[in-house]
């Protein structure tokens, strides 16, 4: 049971974004959030979207920093993965 944040890749909104995640559960993602102060705003199904300037903050909280590909392989791994069609309600 983990906190994941990858580097943040995705630009948008004037800055730099990457995804927060829990290999373990939906509860503790939202735990690891609240305690961090990541407006709740900012969930997206499965992932909290976190701002490049939140970063080292959230790592030095606990999150554990990983490339894209590892959190998404952890994601899925751990059943919490929305994939786009559940997401944009084609399944």
């Known amino acids: 049971m983990a906190i994941y944040i990858d580097p943040p890749l995705?630009?948008?909104?004037?800055?730099?974004?990457?995804?927060l995640v829990s290999d373990a559960s939906l509860d503790e993602l939202h735990a690891f959030a609240r305690a961090a102060g990541v407006?709740?705003?900012a969930f997206d199904r499965d992932h909290y979207?976190?701002?490049v300037d939140r970063h080292?903050?959230?790592?030095?909280l606990g999150a554990t920093l990983i490339d894209g590909r590892d959190l998404v392989?952890?994601?899925?791994?751990?059943?919490?993965?929305?994939?786009?069609a559940?997401?944009?309600g084609r399944a």
């Open 10 to 19: 995705w630009a948008k909104y004037g800055t730099m974004w990457g995804h």
């Open 39 to 41: 407006p709740e705003r």
């Open 49 to 51: 979207d976190v701002p």
């Open 56 to 60: 080292p903050e959230l790592v030095a």
């Open 73 to 84: 392989r952890r994601l899925r791994a751990s059943g919490l993965r929305v994939t786009s």
């Open 86 to 88: 559940r997401r944009h």
